[in-house]
């Protein structure tokens, strides 16, 4: 199978702005930023996404997220970020190599979040279909 974008900048075929790396984690600026400092945070063994991940790597990946958080956002100077991730084609999903958004906020600037805008709000669940679904979820965990 063709090797994804990241894949490629992981193994050194195509440039990026290192932020951070260590044996299991690489971070890097997005190429087209949402905001200064929007990252991109990649476990180097490659899964699709967050569906078709082991957790070990989640693990190593979920130990390195605050880390280069909290230094993005002190170097940016930014004022909050918004973490956000997506799986699979339909819920935006373009390059498909597990990867993490770190996008720095700040006061002064508005932001017009397309991905993350509630345009349709879900109907809330009622007590009795939340316990339904609160036992199927338990059952797949
Ligand atoms: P997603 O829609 O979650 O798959 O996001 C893919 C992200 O990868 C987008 O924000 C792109 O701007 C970013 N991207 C694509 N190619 C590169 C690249 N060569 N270097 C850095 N970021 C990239």
Known sequence: MEKTIFEKILDNELPSYKI?????????????????GHT??????????ILDCDSETASHIGAALPKI????????????VNIFQ?????AGQVVF???FHIVPRY????????NL???YPSE???????????KRIVSKL
Not at 21 to 28: H, I, L, R, S, T
């Open 20 to 36: 951070y790396e260590d044996d299991f984690v690489y971070a890097f600026l997005d190429i087209f930023p949402v905001t200064k």
């Open 107 to 114: 006061k002064d600037k508005d932001l017009h979040f397309d």
């Open 124 to 134: 809330k669940l009622s007590d009795e279909q939340f316990i339904e679904i609160q």
């Open 69 to 80: 958080a909290n230094a993005v956002k002190d170097s940016f100077g930014a004022d909050g």
């Open 97 to 99: 190599h597990l990867h």
């Open 86 to 90: 997506n799986n699979e084609e339909f």
């Open 40 to 49: 991109l945070v990649i476990p180097k063994k490659h899964c699709k996404n």
């Open 117 to 119: 805008e509630i345009k």
